[in-house]
């Protein structure tokens, strides 16, 4: 506890708390970096501020104060000379790298979940998504109105799923399966590394036509695209048919009464013998079991600013299975460093 000598005792942790207040400042350089594409620039070798400028097409003082910002934060280093190059943390923000996190960068912190972000006190005041009122259009209609918009989405979503691949993996048992569908699957980076993992199982991915982004190129790079099918459509009207099913991070999109528009879908393709992993973070039910999940926390409200959704609570995923026609038979942490649980459910 700290004190000061007027008659006010400041008895809260002031500094904690200043960090979190001044935690957009570096969230936005990050982004900037991002959209600047340095990483990309610099990954020869270094150039000089200048030299830079010119590639990203930047304001040359400016952009070195970006830098010097930057070089704070370890995402580059500056020398005396004005030669600027990249770190390893800076080199995360490259595309495509195993760990990349550019694209969800400039996802989260790029114009339209920003200002959703802006308008968090009035989604608390009146439980609705902010991003529609503020942007003029749904989230995912934005993506399909947007295609570089749509493809920074699709692109952040893979390198959000890229390192939660081996966990999902071996928390979700196939056996016994011989086509499985990914619904929602983005790209398919889940379903490729399933399929690289499984040899003899075949997949379908299924998304809206845009969602499927570059899937082509991410099951061929992967070896799997001659065992992989994909599929366009609307997983509210019609899911294709196969044996099992993964749901990865899309029912947190949605509302309850989405989410059971999904799996009833689903449970209309699925054979009585089917098998369902729902694949998504499960928030502990105790208050006193939150500290650790902040993450899940925050993306919680990034739901209700953005989409509407929200994280659950095993007992709310029992509660939206048994609505739609499934069974909650088990619910498997994955092992660190994801913070997902796969749920498994069986038609009822
Ligand atoms: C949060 S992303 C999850 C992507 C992927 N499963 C992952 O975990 O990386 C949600 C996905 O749902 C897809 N989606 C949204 N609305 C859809 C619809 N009506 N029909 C099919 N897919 C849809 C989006 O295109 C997106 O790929």
Not at 21 to 44: K, N, S, W, Y
Not at 66 to 71: T, V
Request: proline fraction near 5%.
């Amino acid at each position: 506890m700290t004190t000061t000598d007027t008659a006010h005792p400041v008895t809260g942790d002031r500094e904690r708390l200043l960090g979190m207040l001044f935690g957009f400042f570096p969230a936005q350089v990050l982004q900037t970096v991002a959209r600047l594409d340095v990483a990309e620039h610099l990954a020869a070798g270094p150039l000089t501020a200048t030299e830079l400028a010119v590639r990203t097409g930047t304001d040359p003082d400016a952009q070195y104060r970006l830098l010097r910002a930057a070089s704070v934060l370890g995402l580059v280093e500056l020398t005396v000379d004005g030669t600027v190059s990249l770190t390893p943390d800076g080199a995360l923000l490259r595309r495509g790298e195993p760990g990349s996190l550019g694209r969800l960068a400039m996802l989260f912190c790029g114009e339209k979940t920003w200002r959703s972000w802006g308008e968090l006190a009035q989604s608390v005041r009146t439980g609705e998504p902010a991003w529609e009122r503020v942007t003029g259009t749904s989230t995912f209609a934005a993506f399909d109105d947007d295609p570089e918009l749509s493809a920074t989405f699709t692109e952040a979503m893979a390198e959000g799923t890229r390192g939660a691949v081996p966990g999902v993996v071996a928390s979700a048992d196939l056996t016994g399966v011989a086509t499985l569908a990914d619904i929602g699957g983005g790209n398919g980076t889940l379903l490729a590394g399933i399929l690289a993992a499984h040899p003899d199982l075949r997949g379908i991915l299924f998304d809206s036509p845009s969602g499927l982004g570059d899937a082509d190129e991410v099951l061929t790079a992967a070896g799997v695209a001659d065992r992989c099918e994909t599929a366009g459509g609307d997983f509210f009207t019609e899911v294709p048919t196969a044996d099992a099913y993964v749901v990865k991070s899309v029912l947190h999109d949605w509302d309850d009464e989405r989410c059971r528009r999904i799996l009833a879908a689903v449970r209309a393709a699925i054979g009585d013998d089917g098998a369902l992993f729902v694949v998504e973070p499960v928030l502990p039910r105790e208050p006193g079991e939150l500290a650790d999940r902040q993450i899940t926390l925050m993306s919680d409200l990034n739901m209700l600013v953005c989409t509407g959704g929200k994280e659950r609570t095993s007992d709310e995923f029992a509660a939206l299975f048994t609505a739609s026609g499934f069974t909650l038979e088990s619910v498997t942490a994955c092992p660190p460093p994801t913070g997902y649980s796969v749920l498994r459910a069986r038609p009822a």
